[in-house]
T-cell receptor, first 114, second 115 residues
Framework: AQKITQTQPGMFVQEKEAVTLDCTYD???????LFWYKQPSSGEMIFLIY??????QNATEGRYSLNFQKARKSANLVISASQLGDSAMYFC???????????FGAGTILRVKS | EPEVTQTPSHQVTQMGQEVILRCVPI?????FYWYRQILGQKVEFLVS????????KSEIFDDQFSVERPDGSNFTLKIRSTKLEDSAMYFC?????????????FGPGTRLTVL
């Protein structure tokens, strides 16, 4: 069974608008962490934002915010005021296991249009 | 700002040859990881390493793979006899344990091409 599901293979957004990238997860562990990474065409993995399962508030980092709905097991990434440089692949990931490995979703390709 | 580095950025090898991929994690990090990403696919966990031993490994990480921390800075992944299906981007990551975030920071990756 998929532990991290990203249902949007690709998304388009107009420059300066906001966009939401969906992520749902599955775990029975009460303590977990959720992450979003950006992978531009150059290939590197860039950490964007983190949400802990016990965090009371949604995480925010600059133009990135995480819409965490624990009961629905969703952790959607919201990018406000999109920029052309936001065009990239975005991966949702969950930390699990004793070694704290990351389990990744399939990713969403975001294209920002001018 | 400290970062994870990886060498080489691209390696081409013949099937059956041994390769060693090198990583220098962030200096005060204690947990190290290898992941791989086959072209166009998602990132997959290979192995985690802590206190000079493997803490967890995936089913991908079979006897052909090994990891080592030969000194205080380097972390290596060795593939003993490469196969065509080992062609992928290999990422090293190290873990920051600060404020309980357990954020893993990734290196730029090594693209391995097996011919």
């Amino acid at each position: 069974a998929q532990k991290i599901t990203q249902t949007q293979p690709g998304m388009f957004v107009q420059e300066k608008e906001a966009v939401t990238l969906d992520c749902t997860y599955d775990t029975s562990d009460p303590s977990y962490g959720l992450f979003w990474y950006k992978q531009p065409s150059s290939g590197e993995m860039i950490f964007l934002i983190y949400q802990g399962s016990y965090d009371q508030q949604n995480a925010t980092e600059g133009r990135y915010s995480l819409n965490f709905q624990k009961a629905r097991k969703s952790a959607n990434l919201v990018i406000s005021a999109s920029q052309l440089g936001d065009s990239a692949m975005y991966f949702c990931a969950m930390r699990e296991g004793k070694g704290n490995k990351l389990v990744f979703g399939a990713g969403t390709i975001l294209r920002v249009k001018s | 700002e400290p970062e994870v580095t990886q060498t080489p950025s691209h390696q081409v090898t013949q099937m059956g040859q041994e390769v060693i991929l090198r990583c220098v994690p962030i200096s005060n990090h204690l947990y190290f990881y290898w992941y791989r990403q086959i072209l166009g696919q998602k990132v997959e966990f290979l192995v985690s390493f802590y206190n000079n031993e493997i803490s967890e490994k995936s089913e991908i990480f079979d006897d052909q793979f090994s990891v080592e921390r030969p000194d205080g800075s380097n972390f290596t992944l060795k593939i003993r006899s490469t196969k065509l299906e080992d062609s992928a981007m290999y990422f090293c990551a190290s873990l920051e344990r600060e404020r309980g975030t357990d954020t893993q920071y990734f290196g730029p990756g090594t693209r391995l091409t097996v011919l």
